[in-house]
């Protein structure tokens, strides 16, 4: 079992910055891709961000090329997500998932683990 807590949600005004943290506990944490995807009101979870074990290897949605990037400490079971150039489009709520594999995938059915969400709220 991994068990992750987000934390660094909030309202920001475009062009502002948050960036994301998401704590993981359980057996093996360091072995797991990891991941960011998010969920705005009416429309489908989309994954935004995914990291491999290592840090090694990365992918970012087209949405968020070059505002956002993922980033991992394993000594500290800990994945982030830095959020730059925020827009208005990018509100929702924000998830963090770990998958039984060391290599990430942009697909949110192959991720096993889910932390409960934190919300993201970018102002006009």
């Known amino acids: 079992q991994v068990q992750l807590v987000e934390s660094g949600g909030g309202l920001v005004q475009v062009g502002g910055s948050l960036r994301l943290s998401c704590a993981a506990s359980?057996?093996?944490?360091?072995?797991?891709?990891m991941g960011w995807a998010r969920q705005a009101p009416g429309k489908e979870r989309e994954f935004v961000a995914a990291?491999?074990?290592?840090?090694?290897?990365?992918y970012d949605a087209d949405s968020v090329k070059g505002r956002f990037t993922i980033s991992r400490d394993n000594a500290k079971n800990t994945v982030y997500l830095q959020m730059n150039r925020l827009e208005v489009e990018d509100t929702a709520v924000y998830y963090c998932a770990a998958r039984r594999s060391s290599l990430p995938s942009t697909r949110a059915d192959a991720y096993t683990y889910w932390g409960q969400g934190t919300q993201v709220t970018v102002s006009s």
């Open positions: 990291i491999s074990w290592s840090g090694g290897s990365k």
């Open positions: 359980g057996r093996a944490c360091s072995t797991n891709a």
